[in-house]
């Protein structure tokens, strides 16, 4: 069969288009099929079937398309445009995923000079734009399983390699994210496997800056995570309590604030310690960071992370205390002022945050209380009969709102050392009785709103 050209189609490969886009998989499946239809077929823009039904955002008719063979690096596009940039437009996380996995290139850019993860960012995906910057094969992690040229034993331990790609391939780059998933696999966090691995991951870094297609985003973040590493390796060798020890340090606050200097000030010297000393990524990072006194927003963290992930500002999401885990929706029941995934990640908080637990408790009553303060004062401006009706029930629920069992809680957090297990206990499973919970947010939303339209009729 002749190569595919720009709008020569037959009727049946029309019909694909067709039935591509009403997500007809069953009938795409026979289509396929039949020796009338070619798989990378172009329409008159040099669009495949694959580029059509990523870019609708069809998830099965994908997995076929490319199951018969579809090319998923084909650009023959006008704008050259790949099935990977349709994909991060079409904001589908897991075909963009899928893309990747079946070979998708991420530095071939469109006519403009554009790469997929650019577009995505460009029209707001930034899930997708995640998911392309943070993809790395298993494959190229693997070529380090195999000894290569004269080394007789590989650089990289079968047996390690699983694990590494896990903490590699994390979006979420927390220094104390990693440290957990360095721990939580007992291969790995011992002092010769850490070696072994950032030695590989400097490896990897080297290769990113001196390929033909440099991609700085994966080699600053092999460098970050080998930094980490080699953190670990240093809390391994001196201290008694290993790596908890590091997590400790990590999130130690200091007494002022709470604020966690060690860690902003490990984040930052190991962006500086980024040996490519041109690297544009690298001087953007610093000039965001170099300003910003200790203490201050943005953390190196929030910046290395929006560097990395594209992921813009922190403001769709709540992010877990501990992890920097996206998502986080448990409160502290007693000052509701920091927010934590689970209550391991709250219990690992601890020792630190309660210093401040009680200052910031404070803060957020009286944050509380001038909001009630208006409330009552707007609630006066309103008609005698009204206004009674709505104090009736605003009292009371004032009255229940500093809840009970948080007050309970703060006298025993103040209590001796050998009762904080116990008083922990107890807190953790108060915390369990406090999660965000959306009726309540929704009651307070409604409330505005009851308040707006009540004004306007004053
Ligand atoms: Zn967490
Ligand atoms: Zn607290």
């Given at each position: 069969?002749?190569p595919?050209?720009?709008?020569d189609?037959?009727?049946?490969?029309?019909?694909?288009?067709?039935?591509?886009?009403?997500g007809?998989?069953?009938?795409?499946?026979?289509?396929?099929?039949?020796?009338n239809?070619r798989?990378?077929?172009?329409?008159?823009?040099?669009?495949?079937?694959?580029?059509?039904?990523?870019?609708?955002?069809?998830?099965?008719?994908?997995?076929?398309?490319?199951?018969?063979?579809?090319?998923?690096?084909?650009?023959?596009?006008?704008?050259?445009?790949?099935?990977?940039?349709?994909?991060?437009?079409?904001?589908?996380?897991?075909?963009?995923?899928?893309?990747?996995?079946?070979?998708?290139?991420?530095?071939?850019?469109?006519?403009?000079?554009?790469?997929a993860?650019?577009?995505?960012?460009?029209?707001?995906?930034?899930?997708?734009?995640?998911?392309?910057?943070n993809?790395?094969?298993?494959?190229?992690?693997?070529?380090?399983t195999?000894?290569?040229?004269?080394?007789?034993?590989p650089?990289?331990?079968?047996?390690?390699?699983?694990?590494?790609?896990?903490?590699i391939?994390?979006t979420n780059?927390?220094?104390?994210?990693?440290?957990?998933?360095?721990?939580?696999?007992?291969?790995?966090a011992?002092?010769?496997?850490?070696?072994?691995?950032?030695?590989?991951?400097?490896?990897i870094?080297e290769?990113?800056?001196?390929?033909?297609?440099?991609?700085?985003?994966?080699?600053?973040?092999?460098?970050?995570?080998?930094?980490i590493?080699?953190?670990c390796?240093?809390?391994?060798?001196?201290?008694?309590?290993?790596?908890?020890?590091f997590?400790?340090?990590?999130?130690?606050?200091?007494?002022?604030?709470?604020?966690?200097?060690?860690?902003?000030?490990?984040?930052?010297?190991?962006i500086r310690?980024?040996?490519?000393?041109?690297?544009?990524?690298?001087?953007?990072?610093?000039?965001?960071?170099?300003?910003?006194?200790?203490g201050?927003?943005?953390?190196?963290?929030?910046?290395?992370?929006q560097?990395?992930?594209?992921q813009?500002?922190?403001?769709d999401?709540?992010?877990?205390?501990?992890?920097?885990?996206?998502?986080?929706?448990?409160r502290?029941?007693?000052?509701?002022?920091?927010?934590?995934?689970?209550?391991?990640?709250q219990?690992?908080?601890?020792?630190?945050?309660?210093?401040?637990?009680?200052?910031?408790?404070e803060?957020?009553?009286?944050?509380?209380l001038?909001?009630?303060?208006?409330?009552?004062?707007?609630?006066?401006?309103?008609?005698?009969?009204?206004?009674?009706l709505?104090e009736?029930?605003?009292?009371?629920?004032?009255?229940?709102?500093?809840?009970?069992?948080a007050?309970?809680e703060?006298?025993?957090?103040?209590a001796?050392?050998?009762?904080?297990?116990?008083?922990?206990?107890?807190?953790m499973?108060?915390l369990?009785?406090?999660?965000?919970?959306?009726?309540?947010?929704?009651?307070?939303?409604?409330?505005i709103?009851?308040?707006?339209?009540?004004?306007?009729?004053e």
């Open positions: 069969m002749a595919p050209r720009r709008g189609l037959s009727p049946e490969e029309k019909d694909l288009l067709g039935v591509i886009a009403a007809n998989t069953e009938e795409a499946g026979r289509l396929l099929g039949s020796k239809v798989v990378n077929c172009l329409d008159e823009h040099g669009m495949t079937p694959l580029m059509h039904a990523a870019y609708k955002g069809k998830v099965d008719m994908c997995r076929l398309l490319l199951r018969h063979g579809a090319d998923v690096n084909c650009n023959e596009h006008e704008h050259g445009y790949t099935a990977l940039m349709f994909a991060g437009l079409s904001g589908n996380k897991e075909i963009t995923w899928m893309m990747l996995e079946a070979g998708a290139e991420t530095d071939v850019v469109n006519s403009v000079g554009r790469t993860a650019q577009m995505a960012a460009f029209v707001g995906q930034h899930d997708c734009v995640t998911v392309i910057n993809f790395f094969p298993r494959e190229r992690l693997d070529y380090y195999k000894p290569q040229g004269l080394d007789k034993e650089k990289l331990p079968i047996k390690l390699a699983g694990p590494l790609h896990k903490i391939t994390t780059m927390h220094p104390v994210k990693i440290v957990l998933l360095v721990k939580e696999n007992p291969l790995l011992e002092v010769e496997a850490l070696q072994k691995c950032y030695r590989v991951l400097d490896l870094c290769k990113c800056m001196k390929q033909k297609d440099m991609n700085e985003v994966l080699a600053m973040k092999m460098h970050y995570i080998s930094c590493f080699q953190k390796i240093t809390f391994l060798k001196e201290r008694e309590d290993k790596l908890d020890g997590i400790k340090s990590l999130l130690k606050g200091r007494d002022k604030d709470g604020f966690p200097v060690y860690q902003e000030k490990l984040i930052r010297e190991s310690k980024f040996p490519y000393c041109e690297a544009t990524l690298l001087q953007q990072l610093v000039r965001s960071i170099a300003p910003v006194e200790i201050s927003d943005p953390t190196a963290f929030s910046v290395l992370t560097a990395i992930t594209g813009v500002g922190f403001v999401a709540e992010f877990c205390t501990t992890c920097g885990g996206k998502g986080a929706d448990k502290c029941s007693v000052c509701k002022m920091v927010m934590y995934c689970d209550q391991n990640c219990k690992i908080h601890w020792f630190t945050h309660k210093k401040v637990c009680k200052t910031l408790k803060i957020h009553e009286k944050q509380e001038e909001a009630a303060k208006e409330k009552r004062k707007q609630e006066k401006k309103q008609k005698k009969d009204e206004v009674q709505v009736g029930s605003s009292t009371s629920e004032e009255q229940s709102d500093p809840c009970p069992d007050t309970k703060m006298d025993l957090n103040h001796t050392d050998q009762t904080e297990e116990r008083e922990f206990t107890k807190e499973e108060a369990a009785l406090h999660p965000e919970s959306p009726l309540e947010s929704e009651t307070g939303l409604a409330d709103a009851l308040q707006k339209i009540q004004d306007s009729e």
